[in-house]
């Protein structure tokens, strides 16, 4: 089934003004996520033509998807700006884009978009979303979508949880270590290992 059956690319201009603020987005590499880019007034945005996304919207740099720069919007970006550079994506209901951001993780994905972009030079390549839309995809029904995102969504935490475990035992390490070599500790050996 393509995608286009259940995607659509969604455009919602953003008249700027010149004294009003605006947040701009990006989108990390290797799924990354979107992320805010920086908060500027309407007169320093250098390109003209900028467009809101909202919470939930699937994010794709036209420049960068070949390095995987794609991402669903988070709450707190609700209302931000991107500009044409970028594809805006809204599903019918029969796609969770949630799911569509762990399919983004598979090679198949991965060349997709790698196939539906135009250029001579890997960092050059431009992505064309119509063609992307006409390729084929295996999706399950939204039910399993979903049980899909929660179990990865599950996996995910643990796998941050473990990875925070690991960053405060280094620092406990090397605090220890620290206070080692220093001399403010000292390792005491029980008398029966210290005797010949």
Known sequence: MPLSRHLTEVRRPALL???????????????????L??????????????????????????????H???GVVPPELDGAVVSNEYAVLNSDGQIDLRFLRYLSESRYFQQTCFHSSIGVHVEKMIF???????????????PVQHRIVEVLDTARREVDLIAEQISKLKQEKAALMADLLTGKRRVRVPTAEASP
Request: net charge positive; proline share 7%; with cysteine.
């Open 37 to 66: 880019r920086e908060v500027l007034p309407g007169r320093e945005i250098k390109t003209p033509s900028q467009f809101y996304v909202r919470a939930g919207d699937f994010l794709i740099s036209k420049r960068q998807i070949v």
């Open 68 to 70: 995987g720069a794609c």
């Open 128 to 142: 064309n979303t119509e063609r992307w839309l006409r390729w084929p995809f295996n999706i399950p029904p939204l």
């Open 17 to 35: 003004v010149a004294a009003d603020t605006y947040r701009l987005v990006t989108v990390k590499r290797s799924r990354g996520g979107v992320l």
